[in-house]
């Protein structure tokens, strides 16, 4: 089985690696189709408003250029982000950089589209991020060497919108693998004995939820906060965007720039939904409420039946003695269930407020897999402390937890069943095992298109590269 090594998922737009080598091969060489890439193409450049030599170009995909220091930056943002590179060659970085160049060019080709809106929303997202880290814009443009505002806006455009393009590319490369359960039976099979895959100790986990309640007099105090946000944007001017970065409650507000594109028939809240659905393109709603707390939404563009918009959730503060409430009642029905009044499933159906797991009896799923089980060795390490402790049919004393938008909960947690570690076994772990399968299948789709676009594109690897084993043929050999 290929080695799932994965650069790729290193490679993220941080604060301190956000500036890096996305230069256009045109810009450094006169005409690309004479002969290989000089190791040093110039002498000089202008670079952050001084004159300074450039570093050697390592390789050149289509229209697009890695210089050497591209390397070194890709292993500075890995180790920031906890990865261990002692095992990671320059060769596989400059291999996986090279895999990025050749799905942005080909997305160029392929006319794939980014819109400038949904790139400028990542681009406001971004500086209003890098202001609030440093503490001012000109401390950002010092750090950066920027004369202005407008250039770095500029540059992080660029860095952007070609890393939207390459990841459209990856998916549409892959969005019509599929594999059925016949194919998963004959990659099962055909793994030897000794490389089957080897599953941990696995539980299944039972919970019943009680979800603390604000007053009114705060949820009032939340739909004035969105209010005074709302006259501020609309009649001072006040960017939409950097507010929902400084004073959303929603956890995901820094992914896709703040942007999510919806349908009618996405997986949002249908409150949501029917709001969004009524706005007119730059127009802001008034405050409303779904599950998640109270909402503006600001419609950023409309695309036939797809919206992109921009929201800012604020979630009603919840008092202490609400809190202590909940508790208490958990206390309560855990000892109901311990006295043998009913069961832990049939409590979680009556008294659960977790609608996603209360009519299976409280059964959490996997949210990598949808399977029911979870592995100890890679469940989140919160939930490993919390049933880690538990033993036999213990029901554990009622948990304070936070939920994914950022408000509270109390739980109690039990074991279902427990599974021993085990090599796997196709019918007992047939989700985990197509999961697998449908992985392998995905890498030889994306390995045969990477080799057949390596073909027809113009690609050039310097010298000291040559004797790189890469897993595509880059030497064109």
Excluded at 51 to 68: M, P, T, Y
Excluded at 169 to 197: C, F, H, N, S
Excluded at 216 to 242: C, H, M, P, V, Y
Excluded at 246 to 259: E, R
Aim: net charge negative; proline share 3%; charged share 30%.
């Amino acid at each position: 089985m290929r080695k799932l090594f994965n650069v790729t998922s290193a490679i993220v737009l941080t604060a301190a690696g956000m500036i890096s080598g996305s230069v256009q091969a045109q810009d450094l060489i006169a005409d690309a189709s004479t002969g290989p890439v000089e190791t040093k193409v110039r002498d000089t450049v202008e670079n952050r408003g001084n004159r300074v030599k450039i570093d050697g170009v390592s390789a050149v995909v289509g229209d697009f250029v890695i210089l050497e220091s591209d390397i070194d930056k890709q292993f500075i943002d890995m180790k920031m982000q906890g990865f261990d590179t002692n095992n990671i060659t320059r060769c596989e970085v400059l291999g996986n950089l090279m895999e990025e160049k050749m799905y942005t060019h080909q997305a160029i080709q392929d006319s794939i589209i980014v819109g400038d809106v949904e790139v400028n929303s990542y681009v406001e997202n971004q500086m209003s991020q890098l202001v609030a880290q440093v503490g001012s814009m000109e401390k950002v443009l010092n750090f950066y060497n920027k004369n202005s505002e407008k250039e770095l806006k500029d540059e992080l455009f660029d860095i952007i919108k070609n890393a939207q393009l390459a990841q459209r590319m990856r998916g549409k490369v892959v969005e019509e693998v599929e594999i059925t359960p016949e194919e998963v039976r004959q990659w099962y099979d055909a793994l030897p004995e000794d490389e089957r895959p080897y599953f941990g100790d696995e539980v299944e986990i039972a919970q019943i939820v009680k979800e603390p309640k604000p007053t009114e007099e705060a949820k009032q105090k939340a739909i004035d906060k969105l209010l005074t946000f709302k006259r501020d944007i609309e009649d001072n001017g006040s960017s939409f965007a950097i507010k929902q970065t400084l004073y959303s409650d929603d956890p995901g507000k820094n992914q896709n720039g703040g942007i999510y594109t919806i349908t009618k028939n996405s997986q949002f809240v249908q409150e949501f939904k029917d709001v969004a659905f009524t706005l007119r393109e730059g127009e802001i709603s008034e405050p409303f409420e779904t599950q998640f707390g109270f909402h503006i939404i600001k419609v950023e563009k409309i695309r036939g039946q797809e919206l992109d918009v921009r929201h800012i959730l604020v979630i009603p503060e919840v008092s202490e003695k609400a809190k202590e409430d909940a508790k208490v009642e958990l206390d309560s029905i855990r000892s109901m269930i311990n006295d043998g009044k009913f069961t832990f499933e049939e409590a979680a159906r009556n008294f659960s407020d977790q609608k996603e797991t209360r009519f299976d009896g409280g059964v959490l799923r996997n949210p990598n897999t949808f399977d029911t089980r979870f592995e100890l060795t890679k469940m989140d390490p919160i939930l490993y402390g919390q049933v880690s402790k538990l033993q036999g049919e213990e029901i554990s004393r009622p948990l304070l937890q936070e939920t994914r938008s950022g408000g509270v909960t109390y739980k109690i947690i039990k074991i279902n069943k427990r599974y021993s570690a085990h090599k796997a076994d196709y019918i007992q772990d047939y989700v985990k095992i197509k999961e697998l399968a449908l992985k392998e299948k995905q890498f030889k789709e994306i390995e045969k298109w990477m080799n057949e676009k390596i073909k027809d594109t113009y690609i050039s690897v310097s010298p000291e590269s040559q004797s790189c084993d890469f897993h595509s043929n880059w030497l064109k050999k």
